[in-house]
């Protein structure tokens, strides 16, 4: 899609889009992640962002990771939670997260619905980087974090 001279994506039923590939989330076979998908609804080289759909299926979740670009993720629909540094916010729709650089972050689904939303990030991003040992037990320093984490292996 990149360099896409589309003026109009329509939006169809179900949060997806004309011509827009509903993608696995990422390829890794290890278990970092839990139901989720991706579209990439823009990418054009003039504007050197692109702007994705992810959906968490209920009792899903993204990876636990961090990268040296900067996020902006706007809720859809659904309801969920998120870890985004030692902060652990409830989400649900319209609302907007912002995920600084070099952040831990993940995002969860916790309703019946799935969680779904706008990913606005850099185009040329660089790879997430995945916690080590320490930076797991960093994080966990911080009840909340460590509670937010601990929910994960009941999923």
């Not at 939006?11 to 992640?33: C, I, M, Q, S």
């Not at 670009?69 to 652990?88: D, N, P, Q, Y």
């Amino acid at each position: 899609m990149s360099g896409d001279s589309n003026t109009l994506r329509k939006a169809n039923k179900d949060f997806r889009w004309e011509g827009v590939e509903l993608l696995p989330y990422k390829e890794d076979t290890r278990a970092l992640f839990k139901s989720i998908t991706r579209q990439t609804l823009f990418s054009h080289p003039d504007l050197d962002g692109e702007l994705r759909y992810f959906e968490v299926a209920p009792g899903g979740f993204s990876t636990l990771e961090r990268h040296e670009h900067m996020h902006a993720v706007l809720i859809l629909r659904g309801s969920g939670t998120c870890m985004v540094g030692s902060e652990v916010k409830t989400l649900g729709t319209n609302d907007l997260v912002t995920v600084p650089a070099m952040t831990w972050h993940q995002f969860r689904a916790t309703g019946d619905e799935p969680l779904g939303f706008l990913c606005m990030v850099n185009a040329r991003r660089d790879k997430p980087q995945l916690p080590s040992a320490e930076d797991l037990v960093a994080m966990k320093q911080n009840p909340e974090v460590a509670a937010f984490l601990s929910d994960e292996k009941k999923g």
